[in-house]
């Protein structure tokens, strides 16, 4: 059995199709119903146990200096590539804490926090089955439950893999290495980070998933999904458009 040690939460870009409520706020430290999103995150990785935590910022990271000063367990690296490059640069950036970790989005809530108990047999990622059609990311299994296809465009009846993810000693390395290869010498940067363990070098990896509910975590990519889950965003856009239309 593997044990997650340590965490990495991705928190360095723009958030663009959540402004204007992005302007002035990195996306993962937009409140949601009085809280950072990101706060979330942190306390579910707490209650697991984890508490060595490594936050990759880039867009308005001095905003995130708060939550390092008042956590001894959270360090934070900054991205320089943050805003030419996709988040592959992120976990470039943060590549060496890799092994023993579980690998997270910052701008999802955590509802529930059982699915990052820490132990974990194998690198896997958190999905949910689903019959219906989605344009998330969509995984197949073979007959040992190991990722045999991913389809980064989505498909119906299959896995939908979310942001959260957990990596053995073995394939943290591995990956460390392929993550230096396409970054540096592929010079591939305008890819997630997904990609390069599952569509750019599949066959040295035996991944598989940790099934959770859907209902078990919240991803937040734009603002009507912020609205979805606080609508006190979607009252001030609209006192913001009366307001605008009187003149």
Same mark, same amino acid.
């Given at each position: 059995? +593997? ?22 706020? /990195?996306?993962?430290?937009? /409140?949601?119903?009085? $809280?950072? @999103? ?5 306390? !579910? ?26 956590? %001894? ?11 030419? #490059? ?6 470039? @950036? !943060? ?28 690198? #896997? ?12 990311? @969509? ?8 990722? #045999?296809? #991913?389809?980064?465009? =989505? ?13 053995? &000693? ?9 993550? &230096?290869?396409? *970054? +540096?010498?592929? $010079? ?8 390069? !363990? ?5 066959? %040295?990896?035996?991944? =598989? ?6 209902? !078990?975590?919240?991803?937040? %990519?734009? *603002?009507? +999904? ?10 001030? $856009?609209?006192? +913001? ?7």
């Amino acid at each position: 059995m +593997e044990n997650a040690t340590h965490a990495i939460i991705m928190a360095a870009g723009i958030g663009s199709r959540m402004r204007p409520v992005t302007d002035r706020i /990195p996306k993962p430290m937009v /409140p949601v119903n009085g $809280r950072p @999103m990101i706060e979330s995150v942190i306390d !579910a990785l707490h209650q697991n146990g984890i508490t060595e935590i490594y936050i990759v910022t880039g867009y308005l990271s001095e905003q995130f200096q708060p939550l390092a000063r008042r956590d %001894d367990g959270i360090r934070l690296i900054e991205n320089p590539y943050y805003a030419s #490059c996709n988040n592959i640069s992120s976990l470039y @950036m !943060a590549r060496e804490w890799i092994p023993n970790a579980v690998i997270l989005d910052g701008d999802q809530m955590i509802h529930d926090s059982s699915i990052l108990f820490p132990v974990y047999e194998r690198s #896997c990622y958190c999905c949910h089955y689903t019959g219906q059609w989605t344009d998330e990311w @969509m995984l197949q299994l073979d007959e040992t439950g190991t990722v #045999c296809c #991913c389809s980064p465009s =989505g498909g119906a009846g299959g896995w939908q893999l979310h942001s959260v993810s957990f990596w053995t &000693e073995e394939d943290g390395i591995r990956l460390k290495q392929h993550l &230096e290869y396409e *970054f +540096e010498q592929r $010079r591939n940067r305008a890819v997630y980070w997904d990609h390069v !363990a599952l569509l750019l070098h599949p066959a %040295d990896y035996q991944i =598989g998933i940790r099934p959770i509910s859907e209902f !078990a975590l919240t991803e937040i %990519d734009s *603002f009507s +999904e912020l609205v979805a889950q606080d609508p006190s965003y979607g009252i001030h $856009r609209s006192m +913001e458009r009366m307001r605008d239309s009187r003149g």
